[in-house]
């Protein structure tokens, strides 16, 4: 027979101070991020030698066909792990998404055609995809409601870390006076597998998540860790008063008709929210940023080797603008600034496309534009990962996350590289700017879909924005 679990251990959490343990929790989960821009970055970034490799010999068409393999990879492996995070739980998940990651990165050094290239990039996105699932629902679960929101923000916009690493490095690595360049693509992957294994040692310290435990019949062990937890804070005041308690039938998984209930018949307005930012945010991240060095080298004549120099303030404009606007989808509010920041990235591409299709921009002016675009366009990109993770019951939370961003990233991230990549083939500025309109015509919609029916979850306990399906109060 399960049994009733009563606990106070979302109320302690939550009004834990901000503390070393948080710090670490930040790191641990965000270095992923930047190993996923860095890896992201590279396959941009790269794409110049991988048409020049005499073994590879990709066109701009191949270059999209491998970007959307790892999208593929990134949909199935959010799935499949996904589940397996809420039903085995959030630490377990890490080490095998990662294993997953590092010896398909490594992997991809090896490569020799198109197929075994875009073998291994689907691989890579796997583990990527589960790491999606079990970093968002664990940021949800052990940082205090207070900072949840900017804390979400800035662990997803450390993207963009890894992002202006990895145009460093290809600027290095592709630069022909300094290495051959059908060596220094092979290079970059290799050194971001052995590099990855960083990843494994950050996350040994981590904790299971206390509010998965207490729910799949593990109470004791979620006390201790809490207790731990309080215990190594300087600045713990231990409470006065009686803490707000949860009650609920602990259990060893949820069935998946209860979960797909869940999502789609009880929480059925929030899962069109979540579907209508994801894939917005999808098709118009990775239609970009996938060909953002075709563009630079097809309309500006810029070297493979130099576009390195044009991600970095690129970079830049992305992770500042969860930084420093994160803050306010705590105070403001999510459904204002989600509005806000979707409205802003699709206004300001409609203008950015309009222009490039003119000719007045030139590739430093178009850079410019791009890091004002996605100043915005990365905060909201973020908040939406924000939105589908705090806004459905504990039980599904991994599922929740795991679900919109396949559908999401299916409908609009796979698509993107190779309708981009076929635009940009055609080499005719309106015909991409058809492309940026479109884009941009999903983020103004999506914008107004989250203002409509978007939840106003800042500050609030997750347990009070999504009560969870075992709870018998």
Aim: glycine share 10%.
């Amino acid at each position: 027979m399960s049994e009733v679990v009563e606990t106070d251990i979302p109320a302690r959490l939550d009004r834990l101070p901000w503390s070393r343990f948080h710090t670490l929790v930040v790191v641990a989960l965000g270095i992923t991020w930047i190993f996923d821009g860095l890896e992201v970055t590279l396959a941009g970034a790269l794409s110049g030698a991988l048409k020049d490799s005499p073994v590879l010999q990709f066109s701009n068409t191949d270059i999209g066909i491998v970007g959307s393999a790892y999208l593929a990879g990134a949909v199935l492996g959010a799935l499949f792990f996904g589940w397996l995070t809420d039903r085995f739980g959030r630490k377990k998940l890490f080490f095998i998404t990662v294993a997953v990651y590092l010896v398909a990165t490594g992997a991809t050094a090896f490569t020799w055609n198109l197929w075994t290239f875009a073998l291994c990039r689907f691989f890579t996105g796997a583990g990527i995809g589960g790491e999606y699932a079990a970093i968002n629902s664990t940021i949800q679960e052990l940082i205090p409601a207070r900072v949840r929101g900017w804390t979400d923000l800035v662990i997803n916009g450390s993207f963009w870390i890894g992002a202006a690493i990895g145009a460093t490095g290809s600027i290095i690595l592709l630069n022909p006076a300094i290495i051959d360049p059908e060596t220094g693509w092979r290079l970059a992957f290799l050194i971001g597998g052995v590099l990855g294994l960083i990843i494994l040692f950050m996350r040994m310290w981590l904790p299971e998540s206390p509010r998965w435990l207490m729910t799949h019949g593990r109470a004791a062990e979620a006390e201790r860790i809490v207790a731990g937890v309080e215990a190594r804070i300087p600045a713990y005041v231990a409470p006065t008063e009686p803490l707000p308690r949860v009650r609920l039938r602990s259990r060893s998984h949820t069935p998946l008709i209860e979960a797909a209930r869940a999502l789609f018949v009880i929480h059925r307005d929030r899962a069109w929210v979540g579907l209508a930012l994801m894939a917005a945010q999808a098709f118009f991240y990775n239609a970009i940023f996938f060909t953002y060095a075709l563009v630079l080298t097809d309309f500006f004549g810029i070297a493979a080797y130099q576009v390195g120099w044009y991600i970095l303030p690129f970079a830049a404009g992305n992770f500042l603008g969860p930084v420093l606007l994160g803050r306010l989808f705590d105070t403001i509010g999510r459904r204002p600034m989600i509005f806000f920041t979707y409205l802003m990235s699709g206004l300001l591409l409609a203008l950015t496309g309009w222009l490039f299709m003119a000719g007045y921009l030139t590739a430093t002016t178009q850079t410019i534009c791009w890091m004002v675009i996605f100043f915005f366009a990365s905060a909201a990109a973020s908040s939406a990962y924000l939105t589908v993770s705090e806004t459905f019951p504990l039980e599904v939370r991994a599922l929740a996350i795991a679900i919109f961003y396949a559908v999401g990233t299916g409908v609009g991230g796979i698509a993107g590289p190779i309708v981009f990549g076929m635009l940009i083939e055609t080499g005719s500025r309106p015909t991409v700017f058809a492309g940026y309109l479109f884009a941009a015509v999903l983020m103004i919609g999506a914008a107004f879909v989250a203002l409509r029916y978007g939840v106003a979850a800042e500050r609030k306990p997750l347990e009070q924005v999504a009560r969870p399906l075992a709870s018998l109060d």
